[in-house]
């Protein structure tokens, strides 16, 4: 337990304004605009987004630049700044199938339709450090492919799905779960484990989908299909009773398909894991999908037994807010308590002391 | 009834293309067009969250992916014709404009001037865009299979 302390305004103050002068580090080098962070830092926007839980470059930009760079503390401020703002309503559910593809790979098929679209990707690369970045100058101008654009790329799981080979995704609650407005139960639908997942700490599904690959409940997965690039959000408002376009979002989508045996009610056939994250966040895609595969094991009959298997320990661990709020609490005063630990201590070592007498 | 349906899917267009367009753009087009008619805030320009919705594998069930800003506002010409904008982000201006030229578009003595100056430009720029990023995606696209195939 903490307690309340009084005092120390003073030093709170200095301290805060050390912070900021910190942050602005030596005031002779240029300061950062948000635009800047935007356009050349767009994959950290692009985490603090999805986790942050706002489609907001700006936003997020402006997160990034107060919290020093800190992921972490970016997506805290994001968090703390969307509960001031009413929420309008939902929006129809985003079509990633129509979807302007800037990237589209699948490791389980090398020739499908719409083809395999490398896009701006770090694979293969040599992860060598590029010291002409160190110096400014123009970047390597991108190629137009002369011909017309991309063919019409259907998802890969829907190309299975007419074979009868992959399980359905099944429809699900007209109205899915919301945990920003009811607390999580247990055991959670789908729909509220996506959700969890969608903002989960990075880091930590990452660990929990490396864990399940390691054989802390074997998911044997194949990459089916990741896409990046544009969709339309959709709503219908109120005055007008019919969808329009608000605006368009960038995500990335990850199609895990995974070896199934099959149970006595269901014939061996591929299931799903699926993950989706604002911007371009392939790694979180990714471990999203095969996490979201371990936590179906007991919908499929599977023994579940391993950490990313269980849904009280994924689901309650995940949101790196509440994580880092628990963990950082510790730095509050803990005087009372530490004082009567003190106590007992001592008492112990005297009773130990006299019995030793 | 078809004629609801096709006017229905005109404004959707017109109003996807305000909201998709780019805030500095709408500016820039908006100074072309002069004379407008005087107007008023049925709903001030008013900043809030949707929640995006995905669906589960793509194509199952719906879940909630995370929440963005949008920026809605509604306006009354001064011949009644009311126009209407949700535009993502938090630009007033943005959601402003867009809510006058859906009321403008509605507007026969408008459509044909804001369709022309404001529109079109908007919507070929959307477009040339669109297809820009298409074609560097397509230089992109790898070519596995060019060999002899017949394993299958």
């Given at each position: 337990?903490?307690?309340?302390?009084k005092?120390?305004?003073?030093?709170?103050?200095?301290?805060?304004?050390?912070?900021?002068?910190d942050?602005?580090?030596?005031?002779?080098?240029?300061e950062?605009?948000?635009?800047?962070?935007?356009?050349?830092?767009?994959?950290?926007?692009?985490?603090?987004?999805?986790?942050?839980?706002?489609?907001?470059?700006?936003?997020?930009?402006?997160?990034?630049?107060?919290?020093?760079?800190?992921?972490?503390?970016?997506?805290?401020?994001?968090?703390?700044?969307?509960?001031?703002?009413?929420?309008f309503?939902?929006?129809?559910?985003?079509?990633?199938?129509?979807?302007?593809?800037?990237?589209?790979?699948?490791?389980?098929?090398?020739?499908?339709?719409g083809?395999?679209?490398?896009?701006?990707?770090?694979?293969?690369t040599?992860?060598?450090?590029?010291?002409?970045?160190?110096?400014?100058?123009?970047?390597?101008?991108?190629?137009?492919?002369?011909?017309?654009?991309?063919?019409?790329?259907?998802r890969?799981?829907?190309?299975?799905?007419?074979?009868?080979?992959?399980?359905?995704?099944?429809?699900?609650?007209?109205?899915?779960?919301?945990?920003?407005?009811?607390?999580?139960?247990?055991?959670?639908?789908?729909?509220?484990?996506?959700?969890?997942?969608?903002?989960?700490?990075?880091?930590?599904?990452?660990?929990?989908?490396?864990?399940?690959?390691?054989?802390?409940?074997n998911?044997?997965?194949?990459?089916?299909e990741?896409?990046?690039?544009?969709?339309?959000v959709?709503?219908?408002?109120?005055?007008?009773?019919?969808?329009?376009?608000?605006?368009t979002?960038?995500?990335?989508?990850?199609?895990?398909?995974?070896?199934?045996?099959?149970?006595?009610?269901?014939?061996p056939?591929?299931?799903?894991?699926?993950g989706?994250?604002f911007?371009?966040?392939?790694?979180?895609?990714m471990?999203?999908a095969?996490?979201?595969?371990?936590?179906?094991?007991e919908?499929?009959?599977?023994?579940?037994?391993?950490?990313?298997?269980?849904?009280?320990?994924?689901?309650y661990?995940?949101?790196?807010?509440?994580?880092s709020?628990?963990?950082?609490?510790?730095?509050?005063?803990?005087?009372?308590?530490?004082?009567?630990?003190l106590?007992?201590?001592?008492?112990?070592?005297?009773?130990?002391?006299?019995?030793?007498? | 009834m078809?004629?609801?349906?096709?006017?229905?899917?005109?404004?959707?267009?017109?109003?996807?293309?305000?909201?998709?367009?780019?805030?500095?753009?709408?500016?820039?087009?908006?100074?072309?067009?002069?004379?407008l008619?005087?107007?008023e805030y049925?709903r001030?320009?008013?900043?809030?969250?949707?929640?995006?919705?995905?669906?589960?594998?793509?194509?199952?069930?719906?879940?909630?992916?995370g929440?963005?800003?949008?920026?809605?506002?509604?306006?009354?010409?001064?011949?009644?014709?009311?126009g209407?904008?949700?535009?993502?982000?938090?630009?007033?201006?943005?959601?402003?404009?867009?809510?006058?030229?859906?009321?403008l578009?509605q507007?026969?003595?408008?459509?044909?001037?804001?369709?022309?100056?404001l529109?079109?430009?908007?919507?070929?720029?959307?477009?040339?865009?669109?297809?820009?990023a298409?074609r560097?995606?397509?230089a992109?696209?790898?070519?596995?299979?060019?060999?002899v195939?017949?394993?299958?």
């Amino acid at each position: 337990m903490y307690v309340a302390v009084k005092g120390g305004e003073k030093a709170i103050d200095n301290a805060h304004a050390l912070l900021a002068e910190d942050r602005r580090g030596d005031e002779t080098i240029p300061e950062l605009t948000l635009t800047q962070i935007d356009q050349q830092l767009g994959l950290a926007v692009d985490r603090v987004m999805t986790e942050g839980s706002v489609y907001d470059r700006e936003l997020a930009a402006l997160a990034l630049k107060q919290a020093q760079g800190d992921a972490v503390e970016a997506i805290f401020l994001l968090r703390a700044y969307r509960t001031t703002l009413p929420r309008f309503g939902a929006s129809q559910p985003v079509d990633t199938g129509a979807m302007a593809i800037r990237r589209r790979i699948s490791a389980a098929f090398k020739d499908l339709p719409g083809g395999q679209v490398l896009g701006p990707t770090y694979d293969y690369t040599h992860r060598l450090l590029d010291f002409a970045l160190a110096a400014e100058g123009a970047p390597r101008a991108s190629v137009e492919s002369a011909e017309a654009g991309l063919e019409p790329a259907p998802r890969v799981t829907d190309v299975l799905h007419h074979q009868g080979l992959i399980e359905p995704s099944g429809n699900g609650a007209d109205l899915p779960g919301d945990l920003t407005r009811q607390p999580l139960n247990f055991p959670a639908g789908r729909d509220l484990r996506l959700q969890n997942l969608a903002r989960g700490d990075e880091g930590f599904l990452l660990a929990l989908a490396y864990s399940s690959q390691r054989g802390y409940g074997n998911t044997h997965p194949f990459a089916g299909e990741i896409r990046m690039g544009e969709v339309a959000v959709e709503l219908v408002p109120e005055e007008l009773g019919f969808a329009i376009d608000i605006g368009t979002i960038t995500v990335t989508e990850c199609q895990m398909i995974n070896q199934f045996k099959g149970s006595k009610d269901i014939p061996p056939q591929f299931t799903r894991g699926y993950g989706l994250t604002f911007g371009q966040g392939e790694r979180k895609a990714m471990a999203m999908a095969l996490v979201d595969r371990s936590l179906r094991a007991e919908d499929l009959g599977e023994q579940a037994t391993n950490p990313a298997q269980d849904q009280e320990f994924v689901l309650y661990h995940s949101d790196n807010v509440e994580a880092s709020g628990f963990v950082q609490h510790l730095k509050l005063p803990h005087y009372v308590d530490f004082q009567s630990e003190l106590e007992m201590i001592r008492r112990l070592r005297r009773e130990n002391a006299e019995a030793a007498q | 009834m078809q004629q609801q349906t096709k006017d229905t899917d005109a404004r959707r267009q017109w109003m996807g293309v305000l909201a998709k367009s780019d805030e500095s753009h709408v500016v820039q087009l908006w100074a072309g067009l002069s004379d407008l008619p005087a107007w008023e805030y049925l709903r001030r320009p008013e900043v809030g969250l949707v929640m995006v919705r995905g669906r589960m594998g793509g194509d199952g069930g719906p879940f909630n992916l995370g929440e963005m800003t949008v920026t809605r506002c509604s306006v009354r010409l001064q011949n009644g014709v009311v126009g209407h904008a949700w535009v993502a982000g938090r630009s007033a201006r943005h959601a402003e404009m867009a809510a006058i030229a859906d009321a403008l578009m509605q507007d026969g003595d408008w459509r044909a001037r804001v369709g022309e100056k404001l529109l079109a430009p908007l919507q070929s720029k959307l477009a040339d865009d669109r297809g820009r990023a298409e074609r560097k995606a397509a230089a992109t696209r790898v070519d596995f299979f060019t060999m002899v195939r017949g394993e299958d």
